[in-house]
């Protein structure tokens, strides 16, 4: 089986990742709940999780690392957190559901206004749109790193430039990016960057968490125990145990630390070159494919994904008949981005998103590039 669905999970893991999980299932305790010597082994495993996540995105203190079970409750955290009635937010069209569904709840129950920076038909946004949409009561931006559809990447740098001349909170959704590209959150000028373990950083599912900026305060989602100041009726108010309701999930994180050692080791501009050139690869090799349309700009940066459709046929189909023929596991649908969907003008037909990891090779995606084409060559003769 060929798997071209790392932007859904990511297959392969490093074997240090499914060991580290073993050895903590055996091994660690619950951090913050005794003296003992396996409740101090978690914590000492879980911060050791969080200097490495710290070094990694440059954020400037580890305790500011917060875990969370996903990226999708990272972002209800920092959205629904930072967000009060009377507030004004700016996304985009590119936004998953993760960020669409908490910021249209805060519009319908709340009364938090909301503009969407809109996107053309290649998936491009204007950033003079970021400009045009600041009202006085602006709070946050909130947008994704990638599109989780078309690969097109933001340029955060930019959009962060707009928000601190305007004084506002920037929020990123780095789930196709965090372990794929270089995320310096502080020269990026990110307030808060939400990421998961499963994607890019090759971690098991389970695990996500973020970083949040020294001085960004964000109110809980969840409330409940932590292990210390029992006797407080409120939420203890240091991060990340602010953040941090209930066990945490450390064989998870033991597993991510070990994928992060993975990706330490191996380098991670050398992981996002070679993701790169597999996802070039197949794009070169199915652009030019007579009645195949590929959505997005791949002419920039661009993550490791490339989505299209074949002729009129429905995307599940192409999709099933990729997996039951060839072997070939792909994400076909509506991939929880409605907005861009409508944008690319895909909304009834879906499309079919090929992504890649930097355990893939070459000849699988050659083998995938020939069964568009032949699938194409069926269709047009049909």
Request: aromatic share 6%; with cysteine.
């Amino acid at each position: 089986m060929i798997y071209l669905d790392n932007a859904s999970t990511s297959l392969k893991k490093p074997p240090a990742v499914s060991q580290a999980i073993l050895s903590a299932i055996q091994t660690l305790g619950n951090t913050a709940r005794g003296a003992h010597g396996y409740s101090l082994d978690a914590a000492s495993a879980i911060y050791d999780a969080r200097e490495k996540l710290a070094a990694l995105f440059n954020c400037p203190r580890a305790d500011h690392v917060v875990f969370t079970a996903n990226v999708t409750q990272a972002l209800n955290t920092a959205i629904c957190g930072v967000l009060s009635s009377g507030d004004h937010v700016i996304s985009t069209d590119l936004e998953h559901n993760s960020v669409l569904r908490p910021l249209y709840r805060l519009q319908s129950e709340q009364g938090v206004e909301l503009d969407f920076v809109p996107a053309d038909r290649r998936g491009n946004i204007d950033y003079a749109d970021f400009e045009r949409l600041i009202k006085r009561n602006t709070k946050a931006i909130v947008c994704t790193h990638a599109s989780n559809l078309t690969g097109n990447m933001t340029d955060i740098h930019r959009i962060s430039k707009i928000a601190r001349a305007h004084d506002i909170l920037l929020i990123v959704d780095a789930a196709q990016t965090a372990g794929a590209k270089a995320i310096d959150m502080q020269a990026l000028g990110i307030d808060i960057l939400c990421f998961t373990g499963h994607k890019g950083l090759m971690g098991p599912q389970g695990t996500g968490g973020m970083c949040i900026r020294e001085g960004v305060v964000i109110r809980p989602l969840i409330v409940g125990g932590t292990g210390v100041q029992t006797y407080r009726r409120e939420q203890p108010d240091r991060l990340p145990t602010l953040l941090e309701a209930g066990t945490l999930n450390g064989h998870g994180i033991a597993g991510l630390s070990a994928a992060i050692d993975y990706i330490n080791e191996i380098g991670l501009d050398h992981i996002a070159d070679r993701k790169n050139a597999l996802t070039q690869r197949f794009y070169q090799g199915v652009k030019e494919i007579d009645g195949v349309s590929v959505y997005g700009d791949l002419s920039r940066e661009h993550a490791a994904i490339v989505t299209l459709n074949i002729g009129d046929l429905d995307s599940g189909e192409v999709a099933d008949t990729l997996f039951e023929e060839y072997g070939i596991a792909t994400r076909a649908g509506a991939h929880c981005a409605p907005r861009m969907h409508t944008a690319l003008g895909t909304k009834e037909q879906g499309a079919v998103r090929f992504s890649f990891s930097y355990f893939n090779t070459e000849e699988e995606i050659d083998q995938a590039v020939e069964a568009v084409k032949k699938i194409a060559k069926q269709s047009s003769e049909s």
